[in-house]
């Protein structure tokens, strides 16, 4: 009977991985402005936290029609990012194009159109901001203003799950050097499956079989894998495969020294503690955030090692402490805010 063969080496997985898949082409201006980024706030003695942010995309083909996603607004990240910021971090902001963003976040996604917001001064004939939105809007462009004058805020953006693994890969490098003083706090939702390049079709996915012909997408003779997806009479077969685990990939051989925080989304109630436990200690992170998709803006779990002794934590850590968070009802506004801010603080 033929073996099944066994699962490459992290390393050889990783090495796998990022030499099939290829690097977004923005990747080295990318490099560039973190490198310069990363350099100017070590030698201020500044920490810096990298914080992702939003869904990655899942490309069914390579001329990109159609593609998976998932839910994430950015949320999460973007109001997180702003609490870092006001607690003295530097702050790499790596999210999914058109996401939300720091302080823009305030307006930019809101159910009112940003013209709202705004009001023509009769007196001058100019655009002024709304009466009843100036307080606010003044107290967020006052804190966006200090973060542009102090230069303490880098925006990347990614679409899709690659991309999103290079640029993670490529600054997680670059931050080695600040050693403890660098924290990644890892909101994206990144997707579980993904098609392999060598496994996508280039062009668009015809919905009848008799159009679907091999010959558009690389020829009969193509010496290409067999697609990912596929039409077959009128429904579409889509064979996604594992994308490879690459958290730990972070604590071992990327960034080995610093602080790393990460997210566990689950539905059912009865999976999240556990599958945090189980990343924590999978992945060795100093802390996993677990959060239900209903509940996610108004209570979190915090998972970490009990004792926070580095070696109990790198190591065979048995015991694991959890710790809900919960914004009381009278305070669950229409803003996230609330868990932001304390898990901001916690992290802080
Ligand atoms: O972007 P958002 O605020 O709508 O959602 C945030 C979140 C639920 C994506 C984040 O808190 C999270 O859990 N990220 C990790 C998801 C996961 O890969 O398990």
Do not use: C
Not at 98 to 115: C, E
Not at 157 to 171: G, K
Not at 215 to 244: C, F, H, M, Y
Request: net charge neutral.
């Amino acid at each position: 009977m033929e073996q099944p063969a066994p699962s490459p080496t992290p390393a050889a997985a990783e090495s796998q991985y990022f030499s099939l898949n290829p690097p977004p082409a923005n990747l080295s201006n990318h490099l560039t402005l973190a490198r310069a980024f990363i350099e100017r706030h070590a030698s201020e003695g500044r920490r810096v936290a990298l914080v992702t942010s939003g869904g990655t995309t899942v490309p069914l083909e390579e001329q990109t029609v159609r593609f998976i996603d998932n839910f994430s607004a950015g949320t999460r990240g973007a109001t997180s990012a702003e609490y870092f910021l006001q607690q003295g971090y530097a702050v790499i902001y790596l999210h999914r194009q058109f996401s939300l963003l720091p302080y823009s976040r305030h307006y930019s996604h809101d159910k009112r159109s940003f013209l709202d917001f705004m009001a023509e001064d009769p007196a001058t004939g100019t655009v002024v901001v709304d009466e009843e939105h100036q307080a606010k809007m003044l107290r967020v462009l006052r804190q966006y203003a200090d973060v542009k004058r102090a230069n303490t805020l880098l925006i990347l953006s990614f679409v899709n799950i690659t991309d999103y693994l290079w640029e993670l890969r490529e600054v997680a490098k670059l931050m080695r050097p600040l050693g403890a003083n660098a924290l990644f706090y890892l909101a994206a939702a990144v997707s579980d499956f993904f098609v392999p390049k060598d496994r996508m079709v280039e062009h668009k996915i015809q919905s009848a079989e008799e159009f679907s012909s091999s010959a558009s997408n690389g020829g009969a003779a193509s010496s290409k894998p067999p697609p990912a997806a596929r039409t077959q009479g009128k429904s579409l077969i889509i064979d996604l495969e594992p994308v490879p685990k690459f958290l730990k990939q972070l604590v071992d051989g990327w960034a080995p020294e610093a602080m790393i925080v990460s997210f566990k989304l689950e539905t059912d109630p009865a999976m999240l503690v556990r599958k945090a436990v189980y990343a924590l200690h999978r992945y060795h992170h100093h802390l996993v955030i677990g959060n239900l998709l209903s509940t996610r803006k108004w209570e979190v779990v915090f998972v970490s090692a009990e004792d926070d002794d580095e070696d109990d934590l790198r190591g065979d850590a048995k015991s694991t402490a959890e710790k809900w968070i919960r914004v009381p009802r009278s305070r669950r506004a229409r803003s996230a805010s609330g868990i932001e801010s304390l898990v901001g603080k916690a992290a802080g």
